[in-house]
Antibody
Framework: QLQLQESGPGLVKPSETLYVTCTVS??????????WGWIRQSPGKGLDWIGS???????YYDPSLKSRLTLSVDTSRNQFSLRLTSATAADTGTYYC?????????????????WGRGTLVTVSS | QSALTQPRSVSGSLGQSVTLSCTGT?????????VSWYQHRPDKAPRLLIY???KRPSGVPDRFSGSKSANTASLTISGLQADDEADYYC????????????FGGGTRLTVL
């Protein structure tokens, strides 16, 4: 069945670029039905939506991150990725990738029906 | 500070029922019927329990139920089991002009 697995650098220095990848197995990231999303959890805090990307490259970002954030899909590698520039300590957290589900009875898709286990990224010198 | 407010902790005894609340505003929970709930156990991937306020994905027991009244959504877990002990997060659509999806800070459920 479909599975998601995040991979990241573990440690990033302040002002550098944070790059996290999500590998999709058991299915295709190029599906024309699903959005792929990123959510992060800062230490001791709740979850925060970062953004979503569609297989064709359409993206939707948290406005507070938009100037630093790029989400992309690589269909050749069956992956989607997050790139966050000018990292600061506030970007420290566990990054989760997820798939937006679809209810075909009424075509609603504002929920995540599959998540990865997350990868911890620490921004520190 | 999370956009949606959840109690930090709730406890219940085995076999009992508990209700977890999630309070938002007219701009998220009150404005749309797109509330979802997730269970998160340590070192596991979060799991979808409820979407569109009350709908259950296949495989989720009917012990889990969702509802909404005005700006507050609720998740009720009946017949509490030991492995229900986890963190629970609510999420709501918040429109396409700002942050699309907002989450709560999470509730830690302890099963006594």
């Amino acid at each position: 069945q479909l599975q998601l697995q995040e991979s990241g650098p573990g440690l990033v220095k302040p002002s550098e670029t944070l790059y996290v990848t999500c590998t999709v197995s058991g299915g295709s990231v190029g599906s024309d039905s699903h959005y792929w999303g990123w959510i992060r959890q800062s230490p001791g805090k709740g979850l925060d939506w970062i953004g979503s990307v569609f297989y064709n490259g359409d993206t939707y970002y948290d406005p507070s991150l938009k100037s630093r954030l790029t989400l992309s899909v690589d269909t050749s590698r069956n992956q989607f990725s997050l790139r966050l520039t000018s990292a600061t300590a506030a970007d420290t957290g566990t990054y989760y990738c997820a798939k937006r589900g679809i209810d075909y009875s009424d075509y609603t898709d504002w929920f995540f029906d599959l998540w990865g286990r997350g990868t911890l990224v620490t921004v520190s010198s | 500070q999370s956009a949606l407010t959840q109690p930090r902790s709730v406890s219940g005894s085995l076999g009992q029922s508990v209700t977890l609340s999630c309070t938002g505003t007219d701009s998220n929970i009150g404005g749309y019927n797109y509330v979802s709930w997730y269970q998160h156990r340590p070192d596991k991937a979060p799991r979808l329990l409820i979407y569109d306020v009350y709908k259950r994905p296949s495989g989720v027991p009917d012990r889990f139920s969702g509802s909404k009244s005005a700006n507050t959504a609720s998740l009720t877990i009946s017949g509490l089991q030991a492995d229900d002990e986890a963190d629970y997060y609510c999420c709501s659509y918040a429109g396409t002009f700002n942050v699309e999806l907002v989450f709560g800070g999470g509730t830690r459920l302890t099963v006594l």
